[in-house]
């Protein structure tokens, strides 16, 4: 597994959206949004809504289920996390 982004934990990412580094979404058109599937450390399935705001001064955010993600693992202000990028094929 490849890290390839880590966050410590702000207000605003608990309460409202987190925000994500410009290079994790390369090549994703501005002014539109995705559904993306992430998968915690115990194998759960989450799909989060990424947003690219037009523009070249904002970052995307990813909302939607992120918020049952921090409920769900009790996040809050200070915590950290990483996503990392698995290469692998799934073999499920």
């Known amino acids: 597994m490849e890290k ?12 409202r959206r987190i925000v994500l580094s410009e290079n994790l979404i390369k090549g994703f058109p501005r002014g539109h949004e995705s559904y993306l599937k992430f998968k915690d450390e115990d194998g759960k399935v989450w799909t989060f809504r990424c947003r ?7 970052r995307p955010a990813l909302s939607g289920d992120w918020f049952l993600f921090v409920r769900s693992k009790q996040l809050k202000v200070g915590d950290v996390i990483e996503i990392a990028l698995d290469r692998e094929k799934d073999r499920t």
Do not use: A, Q, R
């Not at 390839?4 to 309460?15: A, G, Q, S, W």
């Not at 690219?52 to 904002?58: E, F, K, N």
């Open 52 to 58: 690219v705001p037009p523009g070249g001064s904002s």
């Open 4 to 15: 390839i982004f880590t966050n410590k934990l702000n207000i605003t990412d608990i309460e």
